[in-house]
T-cell receptor
Framework: AQKVTQTQTSISVMEKTTVTMDCVYETQDSSYFLFWYKQTASGEIVFLIRQDSYKKENATVGHYSLNFQKPKSSIGLIITATQIEDSAVYFCAMREGNTDKVVFGTGTRLQVSP | NAGVIQTPRHKVTGKGQEATLWCEPISGHSAVFWYRQTIVQGLEFLTYFRNQAPIDDSGMPKERFSAQMPNQSHSTLKIQSTQPQDSAVYLC????????????FGAGTRLSVL
């Protein structure tokens, strides 16, 4: 069964620094998709970035990038030049190739201070 | 595009009463998902539909919970004989159902069972 684990419950950083959030996953499938979502203080959940298991290149979108280490079943989210508005809860998620079902980790709360 | 619409935003029920939660997915999206979010359990998958057909309800509590999708424009989650432990934010999401399968979440319904 697919499983996603985020061990960091909370991270605090100063504005304009770089932060990395960890995520490890478990799956028996050779094909899968990994996602990061952000939940703001208002409760809104939005998609940030995706990594397909068959792609070797790390995905990058704006100031978000991924550190995909397939042998370690790890997909870290890197946020560069953090801004106050990046303060939120970040969820790692996974979908196996043979289903639409997306399973989420428990989330990491990021606090960015001026 | 109004996004995924969930109604009501808040619902308060007494123990033992029934609660029905509504979701209108984004037009053209073929997959609809229900999740439950609590502090303790995080984002739990409940069930999903593809092209209105129930595909996976592995996260649904076996008793009292049911979900339907009578047409492509709405889905309902019904909880019979609500219990205090059912108190949570219930989130609906939809997706195009492609391999990318980015989820678009609604604002959620906060259910409080007194």
């Amino acid at each position: 069964a697919q499983k996603v684990t985020q061990t960091q419950t909370s991270i605090s950083v100063m504005e304009k620094t770089t932060v990395t959030m960890d995520c490890v996953y478990e799956t028996q499938d050779s094909s899968y998709f990994l996602f990061w979502y952000k939940q703001t203080a208002s409760g809104e959940i939005v998609f940030l970035i995706r990594q397909d298991s068959y792609k070797k290149e790390n995905a990058t979108v704006g100031h978000y990038s991924l550190n995909f280490q397939k042998p370690k079943s790890s997909i870290g989210l890197i946020i560069t030049a953090t801004q106050i508005e990046d303060s939120a809860v970040y969820f790692c998620a996974m979908r196996e190739g043979n289903t639409d079902k997306v399973v989420f980790g428990t989330g990491t709360r990021l606090q960015v201070s001026p | 595009n109004a996004g995924v619409i969930q109604t009501p935003r808040h619902k308060v029920t007494g123990k033992g009463q029934e609660a029905t939660l509504w979701c209108e997915p984004i037009s053209g999206h073929s997959a609809v998902f229900w999740y439950r979010q609590t502090i303790v359990q995080g984002l739990e998958f409940l069930t999903y539909f593809r092209n209105q057909a129930p595909i996976d309800d592995s996260g649904m509590p076996k008793e009292r919970f049911s979900a339907q999708m009578p047409n492509q424009s709405h889905s309902t989650l019904k909880i019979q004989s609500t219990q205090p432990q059912d108190s949570a934010v219930y989130l609906c999401a939809s997706s195009l159902g492609t391999s990318q399968n980015t989820l678009y979440f609604g604002a959620g319904t906060r259910l409080s069972v007194l």
